[in-house]
């Protein structure tokens, strides 16, 4: 990979539709799994191959019968043994039964689905990945060493020092394993708020949200969700204050409802909408201009004060009119869907 | 326009898009399919320019990714392949790697070298003993000794375990390859106890020795060949870390594999070979000279194997 692309575990990948898509790499600690799982899998495929051999045993006790199931039993141990991940993965595309169920597959570098061949290879390898293999009892004496459990130290040192997290396998056959998953969710942020669109119509209309703004404001209305009202405030503060300044705002506008207000503008305001019924709202100003004009009573019959003010409320309570207790019941809206 | 809208908008394409990753189904579905992922496409590629959310370019990285893996599927493997990878790249890959060749010779070297050390009992007396051990000398002499008798349901039992231990360790050697070391010592040790074990038996008073002969001739060609030709694999596929032959170093690793699965395949299949041979005719108190015969004969077949199908030829073009 160049150099400056970021650290991380995505990988870029172009397709003949001239497409560059992200595929999201799969660590040793995700891919264990699904490899114990398919341990599991033809163990138990063997298993039962034993069992119904047994039974056959049993019911014909002809020995003949018996020497050809075992000779039919050895020759599906050998295959499943060598040729399970590879079979599994050239008719699976690319997924064993374990890699099904953890949400994870197989690909070529570039991309494509893995032939045969490649399939082949990494899953021969495997024995060298899975080395070097230490002996049960190799520590004690007493016991006989017999059973090599495999360690995978070389698969893992390769994985680790790989920047596609692969194993010796995946790099002779060119291939890699990525994240496959199948929940996904479509965040699009529903602002519900009225004083978020009250705010957005004093937006100067000359402002253009630049892309990099744009992302920004997505991703923080993806996240705010998962922050304290306080700690929104601080994020945004950072964003905001250049803009109050600019959009000649009162200096005490909660920046929260600010970069919600812009968000509102860029993704969700419709072009050619009528004004939103500001109702009770109509009366307010955050304009710095406006900051010494009295505040308009609202109507008697208007919504409860407590939701109408915030939005004039200030970062720092001290300074503004509003009470502590207003803040910490601003209404959770706008969640992330 | 806005971004809301828009992604409303396609959203019910993609939704249908997602379903169609899921199963196959009828024929105007799948041609269908092939549109609906031709517009993700446009709009992931559009995504930057329409100002779409992070998450929702993040959901159709995920959409392009899945459905792409269901446009391209894997190459199957092709029975027609099969025969040209056993019948013509391999014999010339055998033919003209010198990995090959370096395996070979260290394999028949150690073996030849083994089994005097082992024959030679004035000079080096205890040589056998210190190699393949005691007792596994003396389970040797006692199985060997009543003569060769059995019965089908023996062999065939036998056959298959001979299919699964000794393809395994070839198998095994091929793997190791990629580190080089282990591959060459599984041949070495392969090498210095089969040796051993030979000259130890066809010593004049060991008892069993002519049985054992008489059990080693008909599948020796393949299986000795067998492991020699997994080891050159091996050694050809490790040898990809360090010749590069200008490649990255990783290129020439993929393209060495590639050079070795076919002469692994050919080793593979010699296995199987060596296995039936060792499982019906070996162990079978079948008259010698058939046994001698199938020697010569398999041996003659390897030889036309790599070497007349191996001989490397212009290719008519």
Redesign the interface.
Known sequence: MADAAPLDTTIK?V?????A???QLAGPFRRLPAYVLDVFVYSAALAVVVMVGLYLGFLTGS??A???Y??????V??VL??FYGALC???F??RTIGKWICGL?V?SVD???????Q???RN?????DL?PPAALGQFDSEIAPVMAVPTAL?GLLSVILTPRMQR?GD????TMV?V??KS??????KVDDLRVAALATYVPGDYR?T?TM??TL??Y??RRAYLTPARRREVARHLTDPLVDRFEFRPDIDPDLLMYALYYQ??????NAAPPDLGALAAFSPLRKDMDRPVAEPPAAAPPVAQATPMASAANPEHSAASPEQLAARPEQGDVR | ?????L??KR?AQ?AEL?MLCDGTGSPEATARFAALY?AA?AD??LA?AY?L????VT????????A???L??????DPMTWFDVIFVTAPRQIFADPCVRIATLLFFALFSLSAYLAYNETAFPDYAQDIVGTAALEQMEASFEPGLNGN???Y??M???Y??HN??IG??C??????LI?CVFILCYNAVALGASFGYMIREDTPGGETFLEFVTAHGPFELTAIALSAGAGLR?GM?LFRTEGRTR?AS??A???QA?PI?VAAAILFFLAAFTEGFISPSPLYYPFKAGWAILSSGLLMFYFVVLGFPRQEPS
Not at chain 1, 171 to 174: Q, T
Not at chain 2, 53 to 56: A, D, E, H, N, S
């Open positions: 990948v397709t003949p539709e001239n497409i898509f992200e595929y020995v003949l018996l020497s050809v075992g000779f039919l039993g050895l020759l141990w050998f043994g060598w993965e050239t008719y595309n690319g597959r690909i991309g494509r689905p893995l032939s045969g061949m399939a082949t290879i021969l390898l495997r024995v060298a080395a070389i010796l790099l002779a056959a060119g990525v496959d998953e996904w969710r479509l965040p699009v942020a949200v892309p744009a992302r997505a991703a209305a993806e860029t993704f969700l305001a419709a072009d | 326009m806005n971004v809301a809208t992604v409303e959203r993609w997602e031709r496409c992931l590629a930057s100002q959310p992070p998450g929702t959901y159709l990285h995920r959409l392009v990714g899945r792409h893996s269901r391209y599927r894997s190459h199957r493997f089908l349901s023996h065939i039992g056959a298959g375990f299919i699964k393809t395994s198998l095994q091929f793997a190791y390859g990629i580190l282990p596929l990809g990783i690793l993929k060495n594999a590639v699965v692994m």
